[in-house]
């Protein structure tokens, strides 16, 4: 764990099913440490725990309302309904053993989720404006799922950094 509290996944473009798909290390989701994986993250995600991801005739490219299970922590505290921004072409077919859908646009998976395992992933982006709850949703992964506290600020980080010299210094001099 190395200090870490949690993994946030997220990626581009391409497919998880591609031969040139990009390489990770599979720790990442037995670390024991929370996930969340956007967009290319979850179909990521998927595809590890052998579930499948497929390309669809339609390709979902803006802001969309989807549904969402609001007993699924990620979105605690939220109505069903989510406007969020979605831009993508592969979407999860068959979710993988041990995950439910935790949101649905359409007829189409927008979300997966094992409460168990504190592992979840969203194919919209909830860091960007265009859905309108995500910094919400972002909360409730890092402080809900996650507990964390949100302590930090630039000034904390200044203090910790100052602190840590003068423990490894000691009495001596710094240029």
């Known amino acids: 764990r190395d200090g870490y509290s949690a993994l946030i996944i997220s990626g581009g473009p391409g497919t998880a099913n591609a031969p040139d798909a990009p390489a990770y290390d599979p720790a990442l989701f037995s670390c024991g440490l929370p996930v969340l994986g956007i967009c290319y993250g979850m179909q990521m ?9 497929e390309k669809k ?5 803006g802001q969309e309302e989807i549904d969402v299970v609001t007993s699924c922590p990620l979105f605690a505290g939220l109505d069903s ?11 999860v077919e068959e979710v993988a053993s041990g995950f439910s859908t935790i949101a649905k646009s359409g007829a189409l998976c927008a979300g997966i ?3 168990k395992r504190k592992l979840y992933g969203v194919q919209f982006h909830p860091e960007v404006d265009l859905s309108v709850n995500g910094m ?4 409730n ?12 600020t630039p000034a904390s980080r200044e203090d910790q950094c100052v602190q840590q010299i003068r423990e490894r210094v000691g009495k001596s001099k710094v240029l």
């Open 45 to 53: 995600l998927n595809h590890h725990f052998k579930g499948t991801v």
């Open 57 to 61: 005739g339609q390709r979902e490219d």
């Open 81 to 91: 309904k989510q406007k969020v921004l979605l831009t993508h072409g592969d979407t």
């Open 113 to 115: 989720g094992c409460d």
């Open 136 to 139: 919400a949703m972002l909360r």
């Open 141 to 152: 992964f890092l402080f809900g799922v996650c507990g964390l506290q949100g302590l930090f």
